[in-house]
């Protein structure tokens, strides 16, 4: 079953409280929800539950010991537990030796890895929420096709949240639909559902295959011109280079994608770029039109120089608030700038309006959405209009809403002859926007 | 050889805590480099590559000295003073207790570093609550945050790359320290919150008396370890006393 709704219908509060991790301090519920004819918290072990990040459901720090954990919560016999183990992590695919350490997995295992730990204390019923929105296509795909294979050899039920329908409209019995009022909008064969309540769900940001979020009008660009360059660049954390040497060019008035498999290295190029990690051996150079006597290595640039010449969006949008109201987070950039303050509020006007955050000028950057989250760092980078601007996984998890919003916002700066760098293994994302793209391997 | 890697790590720390007991109640040079003597001999049976032994144990090497010099300069005045300046004052008695502290880190701090070298988290954990019956809750929710010191790591950095990006980074180093510290409790207490919330969805915390998939075997190896541990210090102590050197802490 697929429960699909716009943000905030309360699909992973629904599935939490599936699951009877919903305390009683947690607000408030009314009416009853029964897994086996008796209340959630007491069926434990019935319900397994997967989430979103993959980094937060790890436990232990063997892989066997990982999955062995829920049995020996439910008072299972050791022999019977590791018997379990096994034939968890086979029946997920996941065929790494029972010590492996579960911090060298990629993203797809991981997930492959906490279904073969729920699996392991027998469940009725799993339920997934969003478990492939952070994951590469290849990742994807690993993780649908265990979960299909667990649903065919447990006959267990399985319900799952996901944005992107297409994923698993094909697999599933039953589509169900929440409403932000609360309550169910449709229920039914997926065919009937996506028919019949596609349109409507489309407008609403959930991923329709028959029904895809427009896509920017794009208008004539000025000549371009090379920003930054890769010299004989490798990057990396620390002492150890990532991948191969990178020689390319950054132009104006285009976009580059930066694509590549999971741990190639992407995140870390994208920071090298915006002259935040120091390359490993040879150099990001800055043209000077960019530089404007900053000197030809952003690396060496000031924090305040990098504000106007190279803007950078964090994939964790909440790695770069700093104050307690999404106005004031708007006002760091101009501010550090000096500019006068009627300019500034301009500025943040403009913002605000343009991003649809005005009626949010007052609250807390951290309770905001995901897509509230992710249009408010883009934002905060845009207030100091950096000639470039480089932005790691932007529509990452997102709805297809903020999806639209956010390629119209980039389509738009590159028109008017930004540069703009985005990590990315979103196809779609990549294809509507670049210009060119870098694969890393 | 000695396979020290499989002991149970509750038995090494049981060896650890006894030979440090021994050494604390009294500060003599004499019981201090018995001690030591002793533990470099074993320590040299354990087979530990030399530039892991040097490296695991560099902190040790250090703080032994400035520990000694602090008790040089500054320690217990007592018979021919050597050297004097405003509070220096350097006589035999300071010197004989700087030889003495500098031998007692060593003696207690060498074997710590040496034996926590081979334990893992996860069998001291099991060992934690199986043999010591520490309650299960805290000791593996101990366990599941440690496995996350490397998540905590990546959220610091990506906090402080992310200040130089929005422009904040050039001044003002402790004021923003302080928010930077700031921001990372509240995303360390997210990540805390969502662990609970996947430990919790496997049966953690429920009423069920959970069984261990790991046994932590207690035999031969580990009462032998302890016997090691208790045997060095009593060498020390008694060689301590039979030369007279013994002056007890206490009392």
Redesign the interface.
């Known amino acids: 079953m697929l429960v699909l709704g716009e943000s905030g219908a309360g699909k992973s509060t629904f599935l939490?409280a599936l699951?009877?991790?919903v305390g009683d301090d947690e607000g408030e519920s009314e009416g009853s929800l029964l897994v086996d004819g008796a209340h959630p918290s007491a069926t434990?072990?019935r319900?397994?539950?997967v989430?979103q990040?993959p980094?937060?459901?790890?436990?232990?720090?063997?892989v066997?010991?990982d999955v062995?954990?829920?049995?020996?919560?439910?008072?299972?016999?050791?022999d019977e537990?590791?018997r379990r183990?096994r034939e968890s992590l086979a029946a997920v695919g996941l065929d790494v030796p029972l010590d492996r350490n579960t911090?060298a997995l990629s993203g797809g295992q991981k997930q492959r890895l906490?279904l073969a730990?729920?699996l392991a204390?027998r469940p009725g019923l799993i339920v997934l929420d969003e478990p492939t929105a952070n994951l590469d296509p290849a990742g994807v795909a690993e993780v649908r096709d265990a979960v299909i294979r667990v649903a065919e050899s447990t006959g267990a039920t399985i319900v799952v949240v996901e944005h992107r329908v297409s994923v698993w409209s094909d697999v599933v019995d039953r589509i169900v639909v929440l409403s932000a009022g609360g309550g169910v909008i449709a229920d039914g064969a997926p065919a009937d559902v996506l028919s019949g309540q596609g349109k409507e769900l489309a407008a609403r940001g959930v991923w329709i295959p028959q029904f895809p979020p427009p896509r920017p009008q794009r208008s004539e660009r000025a000549a371009k011109h090379s920003l930054l360059a890769a010299q004989q660049l490798r990057v990396g954390?620390g002492k150890h280079a990532l991948g191969s040497e990178l020689n390319f060019e950054v132009m104006s008035s285009s976009a580059l994608a930066i694509t590549g498999p999971n741990g190639a290295g992407k995140s870390t190029l994208a920071?090298t770029l915006?002259g935040?990690?120091t390359p490993i051996a040879g150099a990001v150079a800055a043209s000077a039109t960019l530089a404007k006597g900053a000197g030809e290595h952003p690396i060496r640039w000031?924090?305040?120089e990098?504000?106007t010449r190279i803007?950078?969006v964090?994939q964790?949008p909440?790695?770069?608030?700093?104050t307690s109201t999404v106005r004031a987070e708007l006002e760091?950039?101009p501010r550090?700038?000096k500019l006068p303050g009627a300019e500034a509020d301009a500025r943040v006007d403009e913002l605000l309006t343009r991003l649809r955050l005005e009626k949010l000028a007052g609250a807390n950057p951290?309770t905001l959405s995901g897509g509230e989250k992710r249009r408010l760092s883009v934002a905060?980078?845009l207030a100091?209009r950096p000639q470039v601007l480089v932005l790691d996984e932007p529509t990452f998890g997102q709805d297809s809403r903020t999806w639209s919003e956010m390629l119209a916002l980039l389509a738009r700066l590159v028109d008017d002859g930004s540069s703009v760098i985005a990590v990315s293994h979103d196809l779609e994302f990549v294809e509507a926007l670049a210009d060119s793209t870098v694969v890393l391997e | 050889m000695i396979p020290i890697a499989a002991i149970n790590p509750v038995a090494k720390l049981g060896a650890g805590v006894i030979v440090s007991l021994f050494l604390i109640v009294t500060i003599d040079w004499v019981s201090a480099s018995t001690a030591l003597v002793l533990e470099l001999a074993i320590i040299a049976l354990m087979g530990i590559e030399p530039r892991q032994f040097w490296l695991r144990t560099l902190p040790v090497w250090v703080a032994a000295p400035l520990t000694a010099l602090t008790i040089l300069l500054y320690g217990r005045y007592e018979g021919d003073v050597y050297f004097e300046f405003l509070l220096i004052r350097i006589s035999d008695g300071s010197i004989e207790l700087a030889l003495a502290t500098f031998l007692r880190v060593l003696a207690i701090g060498l074997p710590a570093v040496v034996l926590f070298i081979s334990i893992?988290?996860?069998d001291f954990a099991d060992g934690l609550a199986q043999r010591m019956r520490l309650p299960d809750r805290f000791v593996l929710g101990a366990?599941?945050a440690v496995?996350m010191v490397?998540?905590f790591l990546d959220?610091w950095?990506?906090?402080e790359?992310?200040?130089?990006?929005?422009?904040?980074?050039?001044r003002g180093r402790f004021r923003r320290l302080a928010?930077q510290g700031f921001?990372f409790l509240?995303?360390s207490i997210?990540?805390g919150s969502?662990?609970s919330?996947?430990?919790?969805?496997?049966?953690?915390?429920?009423d069920?008396?959970?069984?261990?998939?790991?046994?932590s075997r207690w035999g031969a190896a580990e009462w032998f370890t302890i016997v090691i541990g208790t045997l060095v210090g009593l060498t020390a102590t008694v060689v301590a006393v039979l030369t007279g050197n013994w002056n007890s802490i206490v009392g």
């Open positions: 939490h699951a009877g991790v434990r072990g319900t397994g539950l989430i990040d980094d937060s459901q790890v436990i232990l720090e063997r066997g010991d062995a954990f829920g049995c020996e919560n439910l008072g299972v016999p050791r537990t590791w183990v911090s906490a730990g729920v204390m954390r920071l915006g935040l990690l000031k924090s305040r990098l504000l803007g950078t964090f964790d909440e790695h770069q608030l700093l760091v950039g550090a700038l951290f905060t980078a100091t | 893992d988290p996860t366990l599941a496995r490397g998540l959220d950095r990506s906090l790359l992310a200040r130089r990006a929005r422009g904040v980074a050039d928010g921001a509240v995303l997210r990540r969502k662990l919330i996947a430990m919790e969805a496997r049966g953690f915390g429920g069920t008396p959970r069984t261990w998939a790991r046994e």
